[in-house]
């Protein structure tokens, strides 16, 4: 298997981009990225998507956007696991390097959630449900996260508070973030006081829908050494995979996201890490609660000990473990398909020391973590800088 | 990169499968692929479906599927090129044997098209084309494919009656497969008297909306000849990707599918192949007008003598290469993500010799094309018995 490394990496701002058709998005994106690696041609584009087909009535993104950068010709292709897209695109991409089919990948996520012709966004989001047997009774997901949130209150004594003080972190990070959805500074109170949207969940617990593209390039360590020219060569060293049942009648234990704790595993087990390794993680916020219990399923924290955690400041830019520097899904931005790709250029800037007045010193060793559902599916990749 | 090989195959019967739904489909072909490789465990499932969010409401299928067949955990993937989704879930599984990222995959395609709330399927098979530029202006497919159709026949010559022969030799393979959708013997007048759908192209030029799953287990040659015990051994020896414009109005020339060109060049190249090496094909016959193309493309035949080879039966079974035994889409019917997986399932029963009245003798070299939209993408793999 070969050595994979991360060479280029772009994005496009992140929010309501009425004016911006889904392929233009995408381009934006990837002519950064190749800019940022400096090459003109790849091998093979991967492209991490949710489900253009309900929000645009597009499926077929390989052809389409391989077409719209010139490159018709290229293999390219779309995968999806819900809001696990983007991470499951640096996951092919990088299973191709690996095997020696491709030299030099193109990778993408993308989603256009805005001002479209087709589902709203509630309905497209919901399908990453079980249609049958939860979405046909009319739950969502704001719905599915408040019971994974009560669960875990009941089960460890997780405060409100705490879930709040996941959201004032992510917006003081996101403040610092030009590519953020919301630069906005929120207080505990601000948390507390904002719209109920499903008990003990408020709007401000709650990701955003966005319209977003992000992409980067990988290619072997042995080429990128070649192309460095001095600056930091950052290695994927871990890439773990995981499902879960995808609807929580199923799950045998609502107070743990086991296919986040098995992507972890795996992960790790490959680069040869354990959680204390870990200098910074970007985690799916995709609401408060799912911070928090990302952070124990990762192992940073023991089962329990997440929401305390936040409360402490450990999660802080300053703090043992930062996580979502960039602001996260919460501030940042959620654009589905192409949040996990925009995890690891996160990562990537802090593990270049590119991260301006977000970087965290020192920064050698970062993990991104992507899911899809209410943990139905997760990617986790480490990345170092070697 | 590792050697990779098909150890298993199993799928439905095709066809209009009103009481069974999506779930149930797949894991009826998985459960049959894993007993026929004697397995009972797998490192990854890959998941080719084309549009499971409109037609069905449910995406998200890597952690639906996997949690079906109570293998919640399993890393999965679902991948998409529209209808060449299939060959694309073959490819995704051959990358991470051959990285040693997994030692053995699922392979597994699946689409239910019939008897479902979401889009009705000429709309969402439209979504492969573009959606701006050709969607929105009112064409579907078989318009797409029937301006194809009329620049073939203007710049070679090739007949309404060479069209018509492709779906009187794919029918009659047909009769003997109990897996395909229809068991209906057609004459040229048949088809010459089918309804009109978008001229030239009539009723019986034209695949059918069909629910279906097909599934293959993959792992490395050398641990399928550990569990062959004397049975042949069938090992993916080429497999290539490629995109073309997905729009027919960027494309330079409508009377050659580029990308059908290009992925089969890159398959026959890994392989070490020519076309002349290749025993028998299954490709991708949409539309009769694409198989002619295909056969062309693949250098079969010379670019204008696919419509006179089908005439001459080169491509019936005892043909010279025979193409599309199994039935092809027209006959066997086409669920759109599971096609790709149904072609080399047919393939890899030839090559082991199980293929029962519609064996070729003698068969070691087998192809298997599968396509999106009108040629925007192809995969092509060649296997081989080792």
Same mark, same amino acid.
């Given at each position: 298997?070969?050595?994979?490394?991360?060479?280029?990496?772009?994005?496009?701002?992140?929010?309501?981009?009425?004016?911006?058709?889904?392929?233009?998005?995408? *381009?934006?994106? #990837?002519?950064? @990225?190749?800019?940022? &690696? $400096?090459?003109?041609? !790849?091998? +093979? /584009? %991967?492209?991490?998507?949710?489900?253009?087909?309900?929000?645009?009535?597009?499926?077929?993104?390989?052809?389409?956007?391989?077409?719209?950068?010139?490159?018709?010709?290229?293999?390219?292709?779309?995968?999806?696991?819900?809001?696990?897209?983007?991470?499951? *695109?640096?996951? #092919?991409?990088? @299973?191709?390097?690996? &095997? $020696?089919?491709?030299? !030099?990948? +193109? /990778? %993408?996520?993308?989603?256009?959630?805005?001002?479209?012709?087709?589902?709203?966004?509630?309905?497209?989001?919901?399908?990453?449900?079980?249609?049958?047997?939860?979405?046909?009774?009319?739950?969502?997901?704001?719905?599915?996260?408040?019971?994974?949130?009560?669960?875990?209150?009941?089960?460890?004594?997780?405060?409100?508070?705490?879930?709040?003080? !996941?959201?004032?972190?992510?917006?003081?990070?996101?403040?610092?973030?030009?590519?953020?959805?919301?630069?906005?500074?929120?207080?505990?109170?601000?948390?507390?006081?904002?719209?109920?949207?499903?008990?003990?969940?408020?709007?401000?617990?709650?990701?955003?829908?966005?319209?977003?593209?992000?992409?980067?390039?990988?290619?072997?360590?042995?080429?990128?050494?070649?192309?460095?020219?001095?600056?930091?060569?950052?290695?994927?060293?871990?890439?773990?995979?995981?499902?879960?049942?995808?609807?929580?009648?199923?799950?045998?234990?609502?107070?743990?996201?086991?296919?986040?704790?098995?992507?972890?595993?795996?992960?790790?087990?490959?680069?040869?890490?354990?959680?204390?390794?870990?200098?910074?993680?970007?985690?799916?916020?995709?609401?408060?609660?799912?911070?928090?219990?990302?952070?124990?399923?990762?192992?940073?924290?023991?089962?329990?000990?997440?929401?305390?955690?936040?409360?402490?400041?450990?999660?802080?830019?300053?703090?043992?473990?930062?996580?979502?520097?960039?602001?996260?899904?919460?501030?940042?931005?959620?654009?589905?398909?192409?949040?996990?790709?925009?995890?690891?250029?996160?990562?990537?800037?802090?593990?270049?020391?590119?991260?301006?007045?977000?970087?965290?010193?020192?920064?050698?060793?970062?993990?991104?973590?992507?899911?899809?559902?209410?943990?139905?599916?997760?990617?986790?990749?480490?990345?170092?800088?070697?």
């Amino acid at each position: 298997m070969r050595d994979v490394a991360v060479i280029g990496v772009g994005m496009t701002s992140f929010g309501e981009l009425w004016r911006t058709p889904l392929r233009s998005l995408w *381009a934006e994106a #990837a002519i950064a @990225a190749l800019g940022d &690696a $400096g090459v003109d041609r !790849v091998d +093979l /584009v %991967t492209i991490g998507c949710m489900s253009s087909g309900l929000f645009t009535g597009q499926e077929h993104l390989a052809s389409l956007l391989a077409d719209e950068l010139g490159m018709a010709g290229v293999p390219a292709a779309r995968v999806e696991s819900a809001c696990a897209s983007g991470g499951l *695109a640096v996951r #092919a991409g990088f @299973a191709e390097i690996a &095997a $020696g089919l491709a030299e !030099v990948v +193109l /990778v %993408t996520g993308v989603e256009k959630m805005t001002d479209v012709d087709g589902a709203d966004a509630t309905y497209a989001l919901g399908t990453a449900a079980d249609a049958e047997w939860e979405g046909f009774h009319g739950v969502t997901f704001p719905g599915l996260y408040a019971m994974l949130a009560r669960v875990h209150m009941q089960r460890f004594g997780t405060t409100r508070e705490q879930l709040a003080r !996941v959201a004032v972190k992510n917006h003081a990070n996101g403040l610092l973030n030009r590519h953020a959805q919301y630069h906005l500074k929120v207080s505990v109170a601000d948390v507390l006081e904002s719209t109920l949207v499903a008990d003990p969940l408020r709007l401000l617990d709650c990701s955003p829908v966005t319209d977003g593209a992000a992409a980067l390039v990988l290619t072997t360590v042995e080429r990128a050494r070649e192309l460095a020219a001095g600056k930091p060569v950052v290695r994927i060293t871990g890439s773990g995979l995981a499902t879960d049942t995808v609807s929580l009648a199923n799950r045998g234990d609502l107070a743990e996201l086991g296919a986040v704790r098995l992507a972890g595993e795996r992960a790790y087990a490959m680069a040869g890490r354990t959680p204390d390794d870990i200098h910074l993680a970007e985690v799916h916020d995709c609401f408060t609660i799912a911070e928090i219990m990302a952070t124990e399923a990762l192992g940073f924290f023991a089962a329990g000990d997440g929401g305390p955690a936040v409360e402490k400041g450990l999660t802080d830019l300053g703090g043992r473990i930062p996580v979502n520097t960039s602001g996260g899904l919460k501030s940042k931005g959620h654009p589905v398909g192409a949040t996990g790709v925009a995890q690891v250029i996160e990562i990537v800037s802090q593990l270049r020391g590119d991260a301006g007045q977000r970087q965290v010193e020192g920064a050698r060793v970062g993990m991104a973590q992507n899911m899809g559902g209410s943990g139905g599916s997760s990617v986790v990749h480490i990345l170092e800088v070697v």
